[in-house]
């Protein structure tokens, strides 16, 4: 089964940066499309960042800038470098998989989260 596993996530001020790294089981990592997803207290869950199997990346106009999507077929992992961090990036990250190599409608695959928090 395909199963996504997010890591990196913790606890920076203000300006700080972080690197969010997900590792994708199974095989076949480089024909899908990847993304992040957000949910903050009181918020709407987000996409956040997205990569499709040729590389084409998508941002959210919120992140655009401070965010950047890449992944490493190699390592069947994906990452978010997350910089200039401000209080409202805190929210759980998950970690998406579609089926094909288009990052269009809903993921079909989430990882269980982890947790950035910006605070001063």
């Known amino acids: 089964q395909v199963q996504l596993v997010e890591s990196g996530g913790g606890l920076v001020q203000p300006g700080g940066s972080l690197r969010l790294s997900c590792v994708a089981s199974g095989t076949f990592f480089s024909r899908n499309a990847m993304g992040w997803y957000r949910q903050a207290p009181g918020k709407e869950r987000e996409s956040v960042a997205s990569?499709?199997?040729?590389?084409?990346?998508t941002y959210a106009d919120s992140v655009k800038g401070r965010f950047t999507i890449s992944r490493d077929n190699a390592k069947n992992t994906v990452y978010l470098q997350i910089d200039i961090l401000k209080p409202e990036d805190t929210a759980v990250y998950y970690c998406?998989?579609?089926?094909?190599?288009?990052?269009?409608?809903?993921?079909?695959?989430w990882g269980q989260g982890t947790q950035v928090t910006v605070s001063a």
């Open positions: 990569i499709t199997s040729g590389g084409s990346t």
């Open positions: 998406t998989r579609w089926y094909g190599g288009l990052d269009v409608g809903t993921p079909h695959y």
